[in-house]
């Protein structure tokens, strides 16, 4: 299972690159299949902010596990969930009043995108907490997780998800995408879930 599953992988993704994923498991999954999402802020993750022009307002921030960080002059930053464009926004705001004329460009990057995690339990061969560096789909994280076991249930696939409205659960079926003859057409017919982090998915 766990060979066929690895080569599957190889073999799909050129596939899903020009496939039209439309049909999702439910309606809370459907916000999530953007393959190419960018890059938004994680309790955790390593930041670099730099002030053109100001070298005492250039900064390497650990985000804080409530997701916030103090910067001079600025005071508590709301950096989770953030897109770095966002939080350069909210730091010029509060640079504002320390300029007569225009704020300096301000800069964020993400140096160490170590607070994006996921966890994979149940019926995988390599079962344990990830840190992928970057996105992932629900195929890219059990590939990570060594595949699925032989008795996987590919069709009962559960993520938990943490909202700010609670846990919710996504409900995926994979199992038709290992059947050789069917893979193309069942990529078209239905989205692969992205993981988000603090994601625990189930494989029964």
Do not use: C, H
């Not at 640079?95 to 964020?108: A, D, F, H, I, K």
């Not at 590939?143 to 995926?172: E, H, N, V, Y």
Request: proline share 6%; net charge neutral; glycine share 10%.
């Amino acid at each position: 299972m766990r060979n066929m599953f690895l080569a599957f992988i190889l073999v799909l993704f050129p596939i899903a690159a020009n496939a039209q994923s439309t049909d999702t498991q439910t309606a809370a999954a459907s916000s999530s299949t953007t393959t190419q999402s960018a890059y938004r802020i994680n309790a955790g993750d390593d930041i670099e902010v730099y002030v053109w022009g100001e070298e005492r307002l250039q900064r390497a921030i650990k985000v804080l596990p409530d997701g916030t960080f103090s910067f001079p002059l600025v005071g508590r930053v709301e950096a989770m969930g953030k897109l770095p464009y966002e939080i350069e926004a909210v730091i010029s705001k509060g640079l504002e009043n320390q300029y007569r004329g225009q704020v300096p460009q301000v800069t964020v990057s993400v140096q160490s995108p170590t607070g994006f995690q996921f966890s994979i339990m149940g019926k995988v061969n390599s079962p344990g907490s990830f840190t992928p560096g970057r996105y992932v789909n629900l195929l890219e994280a059990l590939s990570m997780a060594g595949g699925p076991s032989q008795f996987a249930d590919l069709d009962g696939i559960s993520i938990i998800r943490k909202t700010p409205q609670g846990l919710i659960t996504i409900r995926s079926r994979l199992g038709g995408l290992l059947k050789r003859s069917g893979a193309a057409s069942a990529v078209s017919r239905r989205a692969i879930p992205d993981i988000e982090s603090g994601d625990t998915v189930i494989v029964p």
